[in-house]
């Protein structure tokens, strides 16, 4: 064998390509930047004599499977480079958002940014020090557990209640009904499997049935509505105070027929119902009272706690003031033995094993989430008083704002706050700009209950008799208000606002 290299023609000399961008900034014809294999028009070679020893390495290779011819690459036009934009299949970024560092035409960096593909880049200056944008969500669970390691705890009773054993009607229950009683200053409370359940159960143990007519607010949850529905009993509608949510106790006497058998005043938006007025009305036409407490946990009423009365049912879905894990709710009340038919009505009608009295249900509150609801009820009053000072910020700050009314507090009333709701004319397009602007905000409720399909056959409002209630449905607005917001972000909220209210000059 041959000890030496066969000799070949001399090669041609090849000039490096300079592929830096010069001085001025100008971009080069894409073939000088991103040169891609096979890119060039092919340029005809000398042939050459092979080398020595190359059948021998080709074979070994084949015996490697490394010897596969690789398929022709695709022939690019002459004065195209053959690169192509990044796609999501490659799996980094987004079609063609990597040209920050190329200085070739695109968006950019700023498109990641305003599309929101790289959250964490929000706050990075573009080459203009472009102004980010902040973003004040509108409520997150989350950190209110992380106020002064909640989470924490309720990791601990979790575990607790897993480990005990009992899973419903156990002694997680036992104790947070016995608090929570305690909490709303009455004697009993029974757990249930939600809030309308709450409600439902509330009316039944009242005796409300097919044939019976229930007094409800206009203006509310349509939960309200659905509990009476469940008993076969009408939801009769009331529509709101004129400067106001709540329900207008003055109306409550042309409502009444000789069917009415309870009315429910709503405490919405954490605001109490003059509950002395209903009282006396109600003790005048011999009818329940059942108050839906859904969103005014830890309340008062000329000093009472809400929840102080014969039936208050509360709801306990995660974004109350005083939330679960999940869903759940209960009825608080001073009477002994409509607590005992609650119990029944929660537990297939029975008290105990199969000892089935009644046609009951199935809505109990289960452990787990017992255990987590005495660990957030301790904190729940400062919640509140988190809640209120967010809310007073708002209020003075957007005092001389036009076009925006801020909610009244009565002086009898201690506001829950579980939402700060405003009445603003250009309700849609006010909340469109805040959105864009970084500020998270809700509709509470943007179809009145008797407008939407599932009550729409009623016949409720027909005749316009129920405007009020469709007049709120149209400009209300719900701001964040969570505790854990710091004056910052309810800054953020008012600043915000005021710029999408401002006269344009």
């Known amino acids: 064998m041959p000890t030496h290299r066969a000799r070949t023609a001399p090669r041609r000399t090849r000039q490096p390509v300079d592929r ?22 092919h340029r005809a070679r000398r042939p050459r004599a092979p080398r020595a020893g ?25 004065g195209r480079s053959g690169h192509r934009p990044v796609r999501g299949s490659d799996g980094v970024a987004r079609h063609h958002r990597l040209l920050g560092r190329q200085r070739l035409p695109g968006p950019r960096i700023r498109a990641l940014r305003r599309d929101g593909l790289l959250p964490r880049l929000r706050g990075v200056p573009g080459r203009r020090q472009e102004a980010a944008v902040s973003c004040v969500p509108f ?139 209903v009282g006396r009305f109600a003790a005048r036409h011999g009818l329940a009272v059942v108050e839906d407490a859904a969103q005014a946990h830890g309340a008062r009423h000329r000093g009472r706690r809400v929840g102080s009365g014969n039936a208050v049912a509360f709801s306990f879905y995660p974004g109350k003031n005083l939330g679960a894990l999940g869903d759940g709710g209960a009825v608080v009340t001073d009477d002994p033995a409509l607590a005992d038919r609650l119990r029944l009505h929660r537990n297939y009608g029975a008290q105990q094993g199969y000892d089935h009295r009644m046609q009951g249900t199935n809505s109990r509150l289960d452990e787990v989430q017992a255990a987590a609801l005495r660990v957030k009820l301790r904190h729940l009053d400062d919640w509140n008083a988190r809640r209120d000072r967010v809310a007073s910020r708002y209020t003075a700050a957007l005092a001389g704002v036009p076009g925006i009314v801020t909610p009244d507090v009565a002086p009898w009333a201690e506001h829950a706050w579980h939402q700060y709701v405003v009445r603003i004319t250009d309700r849609d397009a006010v909340q469109a700009r805040l959105s864009a602007a970084g500020v998270e905000t809700r509709v509470h409720y943007p179809v009145a209950v008797h407008r939407t399909p599932a009550y729409a056959e009623e016949g409720f409002g027909a005749d316009g008799g129920l405007p009020r209630a469709e007049r709120l449905a149209a400009e209300v607005l719900s701001l964040p208000v969570g505790p854990y917001l710091s004056d910052e972000a309810v800054d953020t909220v008012t600043e915000a606002l005021g710029a999408v209210l401002a006269p344009s000059s």
């Open 20 to 41: 830096r961008i010069g001085v001025d900034h100008r971009v080069p014809h894409p073939a000088h930047l991103l040169p891609a294999p096979h890119a060039y028009r």
């Open 54 to 78: 190359t059948a021998l390495r080709r074979g070994s290779r084949q015996l490697h499977g490394q010897g596969r011819r690789r398929p022709p690459a695709e022939r690019v036009p002459a």
């Open 139 to 277: 409520f997150e669970v989350r950190r209110l557990h992380a106020l002064d390691d909640v989470q924490g705890e309720i990791d601990a009773a979790v575990l607790r209640a897993t480990r005990s054993g009992w899973y419903t009607l156990g002694p997680e229950l036992d104790a947070f009904e016995a608090e929570f009683a305690a909490y709303c200053e009455n004697a009993h409370c029974v757990g249930t499997g939600n809030g309308l359940s709450a409600l439902e159960l509330a009316l039944r143990a009242h005796g409300v049935g097919p044939g019976d007519d229930v007094l409800v607010p206009s203006h509310t949850f349509i939960a309200t509505w659905l509990a009476v529905s469940a008993t076969g009993a009408r939801p009769v509608p009331v529509e709101p105070a004129e400067d106001g949510f709540l329900l207008d106790t003055e109306q409550l006497g042309s409502a009444v027929t000789a069917r009415t058998r309870a009315v429910i005043p709503v405490h919405l938006y954490g605001h109490p119902v003059d509950l002395d007025a």
